[in-house]
């Protein structure tokens, strides 16, 4: 059974810190790019940060510089950190595996709130 179980979200002051994690089970994880997508209220999912399985990152302009993607296969996990976070930055983060052959796996999501 494949789980996507994410962790680590919370409520930040600005310029503030959070570390995401997301446990994945069921699957072999080191052959699945992994991504961070994220959906604010009243918003499309948008693509935050991905890690292929070679390693190599990509990031959307407005985190770049902020975030940092990583993976540790020896655990099957991978993390965001998220550091100098803005109000903008709120909403639900979601964990996801993607594979182009065999298909992609979504977790539950982690609920980030930046404010005052």
């Known amino acids: 059974q494949v789980q996507l179980v994410e962790s680590g979200g919370g409520l930040v002051q600005p310029g503030g810190s959070l570390r995401l994690s997301c446990a994945a089970s069921?699957?072999?994880?080191?052959?699945?790019?992994m991504r961070w997508y994220r959906q604010a209220p009243k918003k499309e999912r948008e693509l935050v940060a991905a890690?292929?399985?070679?390693?190599?990152?990509n990031y959307a302009d407005s985190v770049k510089g902020r975030f940092t993607i990583s993976r540790d296969n020896a655990k099957n996990t991978v993390f965001l950190q998220m550091n100098s976070l803005k109000p903008e930055d709120t909403g639900v983060y979601y964990c996801n595996a993607f594979h182009g052959i065999r298909g992609a796996y979504w977790g539950q999501g982690t609920q980030v709130t930046v404010s005052s």
């Open positions: 890690i292929t399985s070679a390693g190599d990152t």
């Open positions: 069921g699957f072999t994880f080191s052959s699945y790019s």
